[in-house]
């Protein structure tokens, strides 16, 4: 009977409609307890929480909700999903290649969660602990209710603590090419911190419309410890590291109907970023000390016009302001001696503003389009140890064409021209004083990456909730942002630079498989694999190499089985690490995270009760990281004289367990 219901689900919105609508009937065996835990279960869908960028528009993820993206860029859109719980789902409408009146975001698929309409009060509290394997217990405590009806509200809070499974006991060596002795060492570290975040909202009719307002408050405070004992002469090396953040932003939503075809909404956002930290390392040759004090602050107005011509075709205009600042103090010490370093001391402000106009056509029952033109500008001035001022401006075109020859049959094409966005942060000095990379310089005088993208996707549904994506991106990239030297009075510094045109290619395939023809009911295997290729001329050696910080192969699987007469869910996932490499002028540095395993059981006692415990980490998987840097610069062959600065970590298993308390409706 229920493979009945789900297949009926399913077949009431084909794809050839372009939106496919799953109703809480569909996820009935699996009994998910939030939205995220509902997405995570859709056939073909992943989750993309949306990029790290100034503005609203580019920050888009692929989900949203009501119709509308959430008026937040602060809260990650993960940690808003899991606080959606399934008891206020209407349905989920997963929108593949473009609908009428949905704004894709830029995205190829989009999942819009459609809420109830009730005034129930529903909410949860939970206490999560982990035990780790130096002894150490962590726990949080966390609790989240909405309510309202037509004037809805809802609060959630964090109080914890939390901490890095990255790192742990670990080894490392040193080693010179001209024959100068090395060194062996034991390394110990830790890393934790005390974790706070509340958040709020409150929505309402207002003038004909309904307006949303948000905010959201958050803080932690890393402390990083290390040390680093000599096997040979028990000399003791020290780093230690204090890593204060906090956020704070407040943010708005206007939506209203002006005519029964068009829609105005109105957006705002005001968010504050605070960054410190003050690094020691202390050495039997002296003592180093690197401070950082950094401030910025986001101020966003947008506003969009949507038009409805026909069931088949709709528009939209619109424009976006921002206001950036970035405020940030460096400096490093050694022995009491001040090193000056370039871009120690910088203000930075910019200006953008953003105009689009964007189409969604379904020409037919197999064919449809969605169009959009970007054009930006943005006016950006430095002060302080380094002066600068430029305008920028650049025209972003994109096209997604979507044939479906058969409703459980997509093939997606899309053509897009990409810029990318100045990270802020490459405009100052950055320092890592317990590894090789030492301190880098900053280079205020970064342009963004352009691109064009040429990509093709098809995907193939089958046995009701299966699936299978098969993706291939082409890049042609201008201005690759890279690693480049700076020569100062004070020595050579390496730091971020465009280094030059280059290329890049992605293949990725996603699969969501039902296992219940292998015999094992309820049960669900979810996962992707992608390869990416890089190239582009090294600044140093004039050679070919991939662009740093590519990784290339990452994938992971994950394998579930719902047991209902149990009251049970059990799963495996596993995580497939990667490798990746950074280039610098004088250094190659490389990276490798090794596979993570871990297992989990939930338990629901009763309707309302929920306990998870989860066993992590089983593969004690190893992260290493192996600096070479050479005399002076690095050439064509890599052959001149260089030093070896290796370090290998292995964080033990965890144990984890939650207890959830859920109520109301």
Do not use: C
């Not at 190829?108 to 909410?123: E, Y």
Request: hydrophobic content about 35%.
């Amino acid at each position: 009977m229920i493979g009945l219901l789900l297949t009926q689900a399913v077949a009431a919105a084909p794809l050839v409609e372009g939106v496919i609508s799953y109703p809480p009937a569909f996820f009935a065996a699996q009994r998910p307890a939030n939205a995220k835990e509902m997405l995570d279960r859709l056939p073909g869908f992943t989750l993309d929480d949306g990029s790290t960028v100034r503005g609203f528009e580019g920050a888009a993820g692929n989900v949203l909700v009501d119709g509308r993206r959430p008026s937040s860029k602060s809260d990650n859109l993960e940690g808003l999903l899991e606080r959606i719980p399934t008891t206020r789902i209407e349905r989920i409408d997963v929108i593949r290649g473009g609908a009428p009146g949905v704004d894709m975001q830029g995205k190829s698929i989009i999942a819009n969660i459609v809420l109830r309409k009730d005034s129930v009060m529903r909410g949860k509290v939970e206490a999560e602990g982990f035990h780790v394997p130096d002894g150490r217990n962590f726990g949080a405590l966390k609790f989240e209710a909405s309510g309202g009806g037509d004037r809805s509200w809802d609060v959630s809070g964090l109080y914890g603590r939390g901490f890095s499974g990255l790192y742990g006991q670990g080894v490392g060596r040193t080693g010179a090419s001209d024959g100068r002795p090395g060194q062996r060492t034991r390394i110990d570290t830790e890393s934790d911190g005390p974790l706070r975040q509340f958040t709020g909202a409150y929505e309402s009719p207002l003038a004909g419309g309904r307006l949303r307002i948000n905010g959201l408050i958050y803080n932690d405070k890393a402390k990083f410890e290390e040390d680093t004992v000599d096997v040979v002469s028990g000399a003791i090396e020290s780093y230690d590291e204090i890593n204060p953040n906090r956020t704070r932003e407040i943010g708005a939503n206007y939506t209203r109907a002006l005519s029964a075809r068009t829609t105005l909404e109105l957006v705002g956002l005001r968010q504050v970023n605070g960054f410190g930290l003050v690094a020691v390392s202390t050495t039997p040759g002296g003592r180093e000390t690197f401070d950082v004090d950094r401030t910025t602050r986001e101020t966003i107005a947008r506003a969009v016009l949507k038009q409805t011509w026909s069931a088949t075709l709709s528009g939209e205009l619109g424009a976006e302001a921002a206001d950036n600042r970035l405020r940030s103090a460096s400096a490093l010490e050694a022995d009491g001696v001040t090193i000056p370093l370039p871009g120690a001391d910088t203000r930075v402000r910019e200006h953008r503003a953003e105009a689009f106009a964007k189409a969604s056509w379904r020409i037919s029952a197999a064919w449809s389009l969605d169009g959009q033109v970007r054009y930006e500008r943005s006016t950006i001035r430095a002060e302080g140890d380094v002066r600068l001022g430029k305008t920028l401006s650049y025209v972003k075109p994109r096209l997604l064409a979507t044939w479906s020859p058969r409703p459980s049959t997509q093939l997606r094409l899309r053509a897009e021209r990409e810029v990318g966005q100045l990270d802020f942060d490459s405009f100052v000095a950055e320092g890592s004083l317990n590894n090789a990379t030492g301190v880098t310089a900053g280079n205020p005088d970064l342009e963004p990456e352009r691109a064009w993208v040429a990509e093709a996707a098809v995907e193939q549904r089958f046995w009701g909730r299966g699936a299978l994506v098969l993706t291939a991106t082409h890049v042609e990239v201008q201005g690759v942002e890279d690693r480049g030297p700076v020569f100062t009075p004070t020595g050579i510094f390496d730091r971020p630079a465009n280094i030059g045109d280059g290329s890049r290619d992605i293949l990725r395939a996603d699969l969501t498989l039902p296992l219940e023809r292998l015999g094992l009911n309820g049960a669900q295997l979810k996962g992707f694999v992608t390869r990416r290729w890089s190239q582009v001329d090294d600044p140093t050696t004039l050679t070919a190499r991939r662009i740093s910080g590519q990784r290339p192969v990452e994938w992971e699987v994950k394998i579930t089985q719902d047991l209902p007469r149990q009251n049970l869910t059990w799963g495996v996932e596993l995580y497939g690490g990667y490798q990746q490499v950074l280039y610098r002028f004088n250094a190659v540095d490389s990276y490798k995270l090794d596979p993570f395993l871990m297992t989990y059981v939930e338990w629901r006692p009763r309707p309302d009760i929920n306990i998870r415990a989860e066993l992590e980490n089983i593969t004690r998987r190893g992260y290493r990281q192996t600096n070479v840097t050479y005399v002076g610069v690095r050439d064509a062959d890599q052959a001149g004289a260089a030093r070896l600065f290796d370090r290998n970590f292995h964080f033990g298993r965890i144990v984890y367990l939650r207890v959830r308390k859920t109520f109301g409706g």
